[in-house]
């Protein structure tokens, strides 16, 4: 087991990659701190890992609150007396370009997106320092690092987690190791709203034909949270299937 008698902090752990990394981590061994601002998801993943003998709590968290974000730190460490990884994964977004958002949609985005992965860190950094060692796992998008159309503040909100992490990795180096995933496209609730049609579009934009699971993207969680990646920090792993490594002109997509 790779996480054993670890305590992972897991942020939007009611679906999709949160939830996957969730159980995952558990079955890893890892003791899991549930948030999310769905309480019926978050207590569905924290029942999944109680059925399967793991140990987890579920902490309903607004990550727009400074004051529910202090508390479920609190929850942590009062239930579990330590925490050894922060999984900053939840987020929430406005689609919208420059001109089309509105300041309190650029304000949210960024909210949840951002500035509650640096008030997260606030809260465990003090805890894993002194206990002596820590691992922080983030999860941005490939859109930190490629235009993409209508989604500025979510764009801006990745690039910052990017910057962010460097940040972090360089303060609190040698002792906690901080890191981000670039997930490329992955069914999620996030995709709720994405056809049927446009989703198998978006697989054969990928060279691997397929778009991403969230079990793809809780592996590398895993990796990056665990000693197997011991020589890492500061850096971003992009997991894409390849959407992101190639061009592919229009005539391309058409012809094969
Ligand atoms: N799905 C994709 O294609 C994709 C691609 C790149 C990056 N990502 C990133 O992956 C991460 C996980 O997203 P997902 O795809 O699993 O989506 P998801 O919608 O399944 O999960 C997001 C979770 O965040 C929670 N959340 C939203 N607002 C919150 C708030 N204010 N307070 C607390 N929790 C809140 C939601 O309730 C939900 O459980 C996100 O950071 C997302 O940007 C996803």
């Known amino acids: ?80 007396g330590h925490v050894d990884i922060l999984h900053s994964n939840a987020a929430s977004y406005a689609l919208g370009s420059a001109t089309e958002i509105s300041e309190d949609e650029w304000d949210r985005t960024l909210d949840i997106c951002l500035k509650a992965t640096w008030r997260l860190t606030r809260g465990v950094i003090p805890a894993m320092l002194s206990r002596g060692g820590g691992t922080i796992v983030i999860t941005g998008s490939v859109q930190a690092i490629r235009g993409y159309r209508g989604h500025t503040a979510y764009q801006a909100a990745k690039g910052g987690l990017l ?64 000693d197997m990646s011991s020589y890492m920090t500061g850096s971003c792993l992009v997991v894409d299937g390849g959407l992101s490594s190639i061009i592919q002109p229009q005539w391309e997509q058409t012809e094969r």
């Open 1 to 80: 087991m790779l996480l054993s008698g670890k305590v992972a902090v897991i942020t939007g752990a009611a679906s999709g990659i949160g939830r996957e990394t969730a159980l995952l981590f558990a079955r890893e061994g890892a003791k899991i701190v549930a948030l999310d601002i769905n309480e019926t998801g978050g207590r569905e993943t924290v029942a999944e890992i109680g059925n399967a003998s793991g140990d987890a709590i579920f902490v309903k968290t607004n990550l727009r609150h400074k004051d529910e974000i202090e508390s479920a730190v609190q929850a942590c460490l009062a239930h579990f």
């Open 163 to 226: 910057s962010l992490t460097r940040s972090l990795a360089a303060d609190f180096a040698p002792t906690i190791r901080v890191n981000t995933i670039l997930p490329g496209a992955v069914v999620t609730g996030l995709w709720d709203k994405i056809s049927e049609n446009d989703r198998e579009r978006i697989a054969q934009m990928c060279p691997l034909r397929r778009n991403g699971r969230p079990e793809d993207i809780a592996q590398v969680a895993l990796f990056l949270a665990s």
